[in-house]
Every structure is written in structure tokens, then in C-alpha cells.
């Protein structure tokens, strides 16, 4: 039997060409789909950050205006220090509560949750309310909030 290698060659060369999609799904509620945003996605998509800060127990609230006809919606909380706990949760215009997200959700335990939500009808449209919360923080930690629905 003779075998024709450049068939095979041809075949293994794109598998290997194709990237592998390491986003995974969080959870799924009313039509919503958070997701892990893929590790070649993970750069800043917003244009300022703001720093913050928490206490143990202490919530602060975010606002993100999300226009009619998104689809997604991503979010990177960025505390930097794993050994402190914050948590994230979102809040729909439509009454669909996500989360509550914690440092592991996004797949890596590094003091930072960046995460997508994706439906595919669109997203509720008008302002989204983040709450991330302090759930276990030695002291003062401070963080970065960014979100954007497009």
C-alpha cells in the first residue's frame, strides 16, 4: 500500500494552524452566556482606568450604558493580588442577576476577573450595574473596573 503524504501533511499543517479556543463558558441564565474571555483577547479594550478601592465587607457599585443591538458585554475587575477576595456580579436592565463571579471564574486564580457576556438576540439594552464586593480583604485593596457592551 502506498501511502500519499502530502494529503496527510496538508491536513496535520492546518490543524495545527487553527487556534485553539481556550474561552470557556462560566454559566447560562436567561439567554445570557458568560464566558472566559480567550487568553489572546485579554488586553485592554477600554481606553481609562480607574483605580478604587474595597474594604472586608464593603460593596461598590459600577454603571456601563450597554446601546441597543449589542450582543456583548466584556468586564475586567482587576485587583492583582490573589491572596485578597473580590467578587463580581451583574445586573441587567431586563432583571437577569449573573454571578456572583470570583477570581477562579475566568479560569486563573491571579486577583482579576475578566469575563464576557454573550446572547445571542442581543443583550438588554441601557445600563448594566456592576457589584463587586469584598469578600475577604486583609486591609484596603485596591482595584480596577472596566466594562463595555458592544
Same mark, same amino acid.
Given at each position: 500500500?502506498k501511502?500519499? +503524504?502530502?494529503?496527510?501533511?496538508?491536513i496535520?499543517?492546518l490543524?495545527?494552524?487553527?487556534?485553539?479556543?481556550?474561552?470557556?463558558?462560566?454559566?447560562?441564565?436567561?439567554?445570557?452566556?458568560?464566558?472566559?474571555?480567550?487568553?489572546?483577547?485579554?488586553?485592554?479594550?477600554?481606553?481609562?482606568?480607574?483605580?478604587?478601592?474595597?474594604?472586608?465587607?464593603?460593596?461598590? +457599585?459600577?454603571?456601563?450604558?450597554?446601546?441597543?443591538?449589542?450582543?456583548?458585554?466584556?468586564?475586567?475587575?482587576? +485587583?492583582?493580588?490573589?491572596?485578597?477576595?473580590?467578587?463580581?456580579?451583574?445586573?441587567?436592565?431586563d432583571?437577569?442577576?449573573?454571578?456572583?463571579?470570583?477570581?477562579?471564574?475566568?479560569?486563573?486564580?491571579?486577583?482579576?476577573?475578566?469575563?464576557m457576556?454573550?446572547?445571542s438576540?442581543?443583550?438588554?439594552?441601557?445600563? +448594566?450595574?456592576?457589584?463587586?464586593?469584598?469578600?475577604?480583604i486583609?486591609?484596603?485593596?485596591?482595584?480596577?473596573?472596566?466594562?463595555?457592551?458592544?
Amino acid at each position: 500500500m502506498k501511502v500519499h +503524504w502530502l494529503p496527510l501533511l496538508v491536513i496535520v499543517g492546518l490543524a495545527l494552524a487553527i487556534p485553539a479556543v481556550s474561552a470557556k463558558v462560566v454559566e447560562e441564565k436567561d439567554g445570557y452566556v458568560v464566558t472566559t474571555v480567550d487568553t489572546t483577547q485579554r488586553f485592554a479594550t477600554f481606553s481609562s482606568l480607574t483605580s478604587y478601592s474595597l474594604t472586608q465587607g464593603q460593596t461598590r +457599585w459600577h454603571t456601563t450604558y450597554v446601546p441597543s443591538g449589542s450582543t456583548t458585554f466584556i468586564s475586567d475587575l482587576n +485587583w492583582g493580588q490573589p491572596s485578597n477576595s473580590l467578587s463580581l456580579t451583574f445586573y441587567t436592565p431586563d432583571i437577569s442577576i449573573l454571578g456572583p463571579y470570583y477570581d477562579a471564574a475566568d479560569g486563573v486564580i491571579d486577583g482579576r476577573i475578566h469575563l464576557m457576556v454573550y446572547r445571542s438576540t442581543g443583550l438588554s439594552s441601557g445600563t +448594566w450595574s456592576s457589584k463587586v464586593y469584598g469578600s475577604s480583604i486583609a486591609g484596603t485593596q485596591t482595584y480596577s473596573y472596566s466594562a463595555s457592551g458592544y
